[in-house]
C-alpha cells in the first residue's frame, strides 16, 4: 500500500536514518526524499508490502505471470516489464535494475536477471 496508517508504522521494518531531510529513522513512509517531498507517493518509490505478499508477487514473476494456478499477468507483460531498456543513466526494466558492468550485481549474474537493490533473481520466459 501506498502511505501506510501510522497505527501500522510500528509493525514496518526502517528504512533508514534520514539525516538530511527528516533528521530521524524512517519506517512506515516512503524514504526517497522525492517521494516524501510531493506526499510520499511516486511510482519511482515502490509500495510498502507484508513479506508473503511480496512473495507471492515474486513468485508471479518467476512463474511467468501465473500465482496459485491462476493467471495474474500476461507472459507477455512479464517479458515486457523484465526486459532490459537502454537509459541515459545506466541499463533497468520497467521498474527493476539489471546486472551493468560495475554495478551491484557484480559479474556472476545472466543476462535474464532482474532485481532491486542488489536482489537479483535469474529468469528464464522462453
Same mark, same amino acid.
Given at each position: 500500500? &501506498?502511505?501506510? *496508517?501510522?497505527?501500522?508504522?510500528? $509493525?514496518?521494518?526502517? /528504512? *533508514?536514518? +534520514?539525516?538530511? @531531510?527528516?533528521?530521524? @529513522?524512517?519506517?512506515? =513512509?516512503?524514504? +526517497? *526524499? ?15 508490502? /507484508? !513479506?508473503? +505478499? ?12 501465473? &500465482? ?7 507472459? !507477455? /507483460?512479464?517479458?515486457?516489464? #523484465? #526486459?532490459?531498456? *537502454?537509459?541515459? $543513466?545506466?541499463?533497468? /526494466? ?6 551493468? =558492468?560495475?554495478? $551491484? ?16 533473481? +535469474?529468469?528464464?520466459?522462453?
Amino acid at each position: 500500500m &501506498y502511505k501506510p *496508517e501510522k497505527k501500522l508504522w510500528p $509493525s514496518i521494518a526502517p /528504512t *533508514e536514518m +534520514d539525516n538530511n @531531510l527528516r533528521h530521524r @529513522l524512517v519506517q512506515g =513512509e516512503v524514504h +526517497d *526524499e522525492n517521494a516524501f517531498s510531493i506526499g510520499g507517493v511516486s511510482g519511482h518509490a515502490g509500495v510498502f508490502s /507484508t !513479506a508473503p +505478499d511480496l512473495a507471492a508477487f515474486c513468485q508471479m514473476l518467476l512463474n511467468g505471470g501465473v &500465482y496459485g494456478h491462476k493467471r495474474i499477468l500476461q507472459r !507477455a /507483460t512479464i517479458a515486457e516489464i #523484465t #526486459t532490459p531498456q *537502454e537509459l541515459s $543513466s545506466g541499463t533497468r /526494466t520497467l521498474g527493476w535494475a539489471v546486472p551493468t =558492468e560495475g554495478g $551491484s550485481s557484480g559479474h556472476y549474474f545472466s543476462a535474464h536477471t532482474f532485481g532491486a537493490h542488489g536482489i537479483y533473481r +535469474d529468469v528464464h520466459l522462453d
